[in-house]
């Protein structure tokens, strides 16, 4: 239900990395609680708590680098408990805009359990498209079970003389 004393919500930037900013502009007198909660629904912080605001534009500044790469959902309401709900994504060390073309790196690709990957690989990390880290590896052996993993599509991550990312897709 639209809020009687919350004209408009923004958050910005979007997707955010560490620090989200809060636009809040109101017409009316009101105390007001700011809760964060996860895709699933369950509440994961609460920046705001019974706070009083005079109308006017509000912004404020929060660190959500505690916060798991994923998607969350910023519920502001007054009083009456009336609100609104902005979405955000939390993007930290994955982003797409860093995958590499080159595919050659691992096979096969798609898999159906386990991949090849270059020797000289230290680390191996494997996100989902949330961007939440799913599967890690310190010195993987050149050739990585991956057989946990549903159904879908993942960012792989191999950590070496330099780091690269690409796309691997799981089929079973």
């Not at 009456?80 to 939390?90: A, H, I, M, T």
């Amino acid at each position: 239900m639209q809020s009687q004393s919350i004209d408009t919500m923004t958050v910005y930037p979007n997707p955010v990395v560490d620090i989200l900013t809060v636009n809040i502009q109101t017409s009316i007198f009101s105390r007001f609680d700011l809760d964060c909660f996860d895709i699933t629904g369950k509440k994961v912080w609460s920046p705001v708590v019974d706070s009083i605001m005079f109308p006017g534009t509000h912004e404020f500044t929060y660190d959500v680098s505690f916060l798991d790469n994923g998607v969350y959902l910023l519920k502001i309401k007054d009083a009456s408990g009336d609100g609104q709900v902005e979405k955000f994504f939390k993007n930290g060390p994955v982003s797409i805009a860093k995958i590499s073309n080159d595919q050659s790196l691992i096979y096969p690709n798609p898999s159906i359990g386990w991949i090849q990957i270059p020797e000289k690989t230290l680390d191996l990390n494997v996100f989902d498209f949330a961007g939440k880290l799913v599967m890690s590896f310190s010195n993987p052996s050149s050739q990585v079970d991956v057989s946990e993993l549903k159904n879908g599509l993942y960012i792989i991550e191999l950590i070496g003389e330099s780091s690269k990312r690409v796309i691997l897709e799981i089929q079973k």
